[in-house]
């Protein structure tokens, strides 16, 4: 699967409320399951443990690939090398009705052309038997359009919602039971084998999917643990004969002699989630852990934070971040990275890496992009952020109607088909000739299939994670693999893993007005000495609600 940037969290901007939801979530929403707590403006916690019973039964799929570099779990196995000889999975087309599909995906970059103008969806909807229409939203915005959406309750059939996004939507449980349908009764247990792509997710993804005590979504199981990377322009430091740092001070330095306005290069975009980690600042459930006596503990609470604020002050000070980038006037950063060369180092999405290698090594014969090892800048082993949720899920809009339901579930079922398929190259590389290339190590994609290939079909499927093969980036999976399975030894452990926390409603509508506080820390616009202030200020506002949720959340849980 070659995504184009589906590790990558978008940056935080205002969102939406709920307008009207709740309301009719209290008047007419079904009734919430026993086995969990009913979420409410003060929020509420599942312990999934408790629906075993519920999750599909796990069954591998004959004749599967052997991989060929063994990845350290959660991280995939990786695919160096393409199958000789393809199968079709799946013998009779999906889609019966001929009835149009409606689906709304995210994407970041430019959007791909409808189905009118792009061959690749007319060639995957042929073979669907059903035709897929998309819309598809900008991902950086995506949580406003899901905002908006769900307070006009009006959504598509199949709704793809990335994980990292479902904590910016207040009383998101609640707007489950009012939307989407319940897939437990076609998915639980053995029901599963009636679709078996499905049934092959691993059931940690499975489990992650359950909300109000059902099956709510199909998962997309994540392809990588990782949610942010520093990557490096490898060939501009050997053309300046500087190696990749290894430590705070190598970078921060290393920045300084590659910044050069006059040339209009300067050493970072935004990398302040990479100096939080470099100082081991919590990511656990968006930045908690725990104290030595058992109490959650936010990151803006700790030193941890403190210090890396300082520290990201002064490289906006020092001029070591691109200017369009500080004035935040929407410029794509990772084309400034990838393909101008004007920022040196960029934080981004694990998935961010192959695809631009592969577009625009086309022009720049000598690219060269590699991340950079997570190191510790206060000494001992790295911390690193990270965790195995799916990537996204798919929601089936609520009364469609039971033979809808079936007909949309094996329509993931085919858009999750494995490596090996002819399903899969279809909707990972489109069509022989127009979207790929056959070469004796696999489909190299062409310029057509850049522009219509969007990963339509996996944002509104799911599948067992893989990485490779990429024939156009042969170095890539066993780089990613030799970086990955180095860092997931370093993996932060969440305390409260195994456990859906739906934050309450003031706690997540104070968390973009917080962080803005801190941007204006960070570039300057508010001096180092508010910082207490604006602690205290997120404490009253849902700071300390949020602390009790959590802490009660585990006490219930018997941790």
């Known amino acids: 699967m070659t995504l184009q940037n589906p590790g990558a969290k978008p940056s935080?901007?205002?969102?939406?409320?709920?307008?009207?939801?709740?309301?009719?979530?209290?008047?007419?929403?079904?009734?919430?399951?026993?086995?969990?707590?009913?979420?409410?403006?003060?929020?509420?916690?599942?312990?999934?443990?408790?629906?075993?019973?519920?999750?599909?039964?796990?069954?591998?799929?004959?004749?599967?690939?052997?991989?060929?570099?063994?990845?350290?779990?959660?991280?995939?196995?990786?695919?160096?090398?393409?199958?000789?000889?393809?199968?079709?999975?799946?013998?009779?087309?999906?889609?019966?009705?001929?009835?149009?599909?409606?689906?709304?995906?995210?994407?970041?970059?430019?959007?791909?052309?409808?189905?009118?103008?792009?061959?690749?969806?007319?060639?995957?909807?042929?073979?669907?038997?059903?035709?897929?229409?998309?819309?598809?939203?900008?991902?950086?915005?995506?949580?406003?359009?899901?905002?908006?959406?769900?307070?006009?309750?009006?959504?598509?059939?199949?709704?793809?919602?990335?994980?990292?996004?479902?904590?910016?939507?207040?009383?998101?449980?609640?707007?489950?039971?009012?939307?989407?349908?319940?897939?437990?009764?076609?998915?639980?247990?053995?029901?599963?084998?009636?679709?078996?792509?499905?049934?092959?997710?691993?059931?940690?993804?499975?489990?992650?999917?359950?909300?109000?005590?059902?099956?709510?979504?199909?998962?997309?199981?994540?392809?990588?643990?990782?949610?942010?990377?520093?990557?490096?322009?490898?060939?501009?430091?050997?053309?300046?004969?500087?190696?990749?740092?290894?430590?705070?001070?190598?970078?921060?330095?290393?920045?300084?002699?590659?910044?050069?306005?006059?040339?209009?290069?300067?050493?970072?975009?935004?990398?302040?989630?990479?100096?939080?980690?470099?100082?081991?600042?919590?990511?656990?459930?968006?930045?908690?852990?725990?104290?030595?006596?058992?109490?959650?503990?936010?990151?803006?609470?700790?030193?941890?934070?403190?210090?890396?604020?300082?520290?990201?002050?002064?490289?906006?000070?020092?001029?070591?971040?691109?200017?369009?980038?500080?004035?935040?006037?929407?410029?794509?950063?990772?084309?400034?990275f990838a393909k101008s060369g004007a920022i040196v180092f960029s934080r981004n999405g694990v998935g961010f890496w192959q695809g631009a290698q592969a577009e625009h090594q086309k022009v720049n014969a000598k690219l060269n992009i590699q991340p950079v090892p997570v190191f510790s800048a206060t000494g001992g082993d790295p911390l690193v952020w990270g965790d195995d949720e799916p990537t996204s899920f798919t929601f089936v809009k609520k009364g469609v109607g039971k033979d809808r339901v079936e007909e949309l579930l094996r329509i993931m079922n085919w858009c999750s088909a494995p490596l090996g398929t002819s399903e899969a190259q279809l909707r990972d590389y489109g069509v022989e000739g127009r979207h790929h290339t056959r070469t004796p190590n696999g489909p190299v994609k062409t310029d057509l299939a850049f522009k219509e290939i969007a990963n339509q079909y996996y944002f509104i499927s799911g599948r067992n994670p893989t990485i490779g093969p990429f024939p156009d980036t042969p170095n890539y999976v066993r780089d990613v693999l030799n970086y990955s399975n180095e860092m997931v030894k370093y993996l932060e452990k969440d305390p409260w893993d195994g456990l859906k926390i739906e934050m309450p409603d003031s706690y997540k509508a104070n968390t973009v007005p917080t962080e803005d506080k801190f941007t204006d820390v960070l570039r300057g616009r508010r001096p180092m000495s508010d910082v207490d202030a604006i602690v205290s200020e997120w404490k009253s506002s849902g700071g300390e609600e949020a602390r009790k949720l959590l802490a009660d959340a585990l006490a219930k849980a018997g941790r």
């Not at 006009?152 to 989407?180: M, T």
């Not at 306005?261 to 600042?281: L, S, T």
Request: charged share 20%; proline share 9%.
């Open 12 to 336: 935080r901007r205002s969102f939406l409320g709920l307008v009207g939801l709740g309301a009719a979530t209290v008047a007419g929403g079904p009734a919430l399951a026993g086995c969990s707590e009913k979420p409410s403006r003060s929020g509420g916690a599942e312990n999934l443990d408790a629906f075993a019973d519920i999750v599909p039964t796990h069954k591998e799929l004959a004749n599967g690939v052997k991989p060929d570099i063994t990845g350290v779990r959660p991280v995939p196995d990786g695919y160096t090398s393409y199958p000789g000889t393809l199968v079709d999975a799946i013998t009779e087309k999906p889609g019966t009705s001929g009835k149009q599909v409606t689906a709304m995906t995210p994407a970041w970059g430019p959007a791909p052309p409808g189905v009118a103008q792009s061959a690749y969806l007319q060639a995957v909807n042929a073979e669907l038997g059903t035709p897929v229409s998309f819309t598809i939203q900008d991902g950086i915005t995506y949580a406003d359009k899901l905002n908006a959406m769900f307070g006009a309750r009006d959504v598509p059939e199949l709704l793809c919602v990335p994980s990292w996004e479902v904590p910016k939507i207040p009383r998101f449980a609640e707007a489950i039971g009012v939307l989407f349908e319940d897939l437990t009764e076609h998915l639980k247990g053995d029901a599963a084998a009636a679709y078996p792509m499905l049934a092959s997710f691993p059931t940690g993804a499975w489990r992650n999917a359950i909300w109000n005590g059902r099956l709510a979504a199909v998962p997309n199981p994540t392809d990588g643990p990782f949610p942010w990377a520093l990557f490096t322009r490898k060939d501009l430091l050997d053309a300046r004969g500087l190696a990749v740092p290894t430590s705070l001070d190598e970078l921060l330095t290393i920045a300084r002699q590659v910044t050069d306005p006059a040339r209009k290069v300067w050493a970072f975009d935004n990398v302040f989630e990479m100096i939080q980690m470099y100082h081991k600042v919590p990511s656990s459930k968006q930045g908690w852990r725990l104290t030595s006596d058992g109490t959650p503990e936010f990151k803006y609470e700790t030193p941890e934070y403190r210090a890396a604020l300082e520290v990201m002050a002064k490289i906006y000070q020092d001029g070591l971040v691109h200017p369009d980038v500080v004035a935040s006037r929407g410029e794509d950063a990772a084309q400034l």
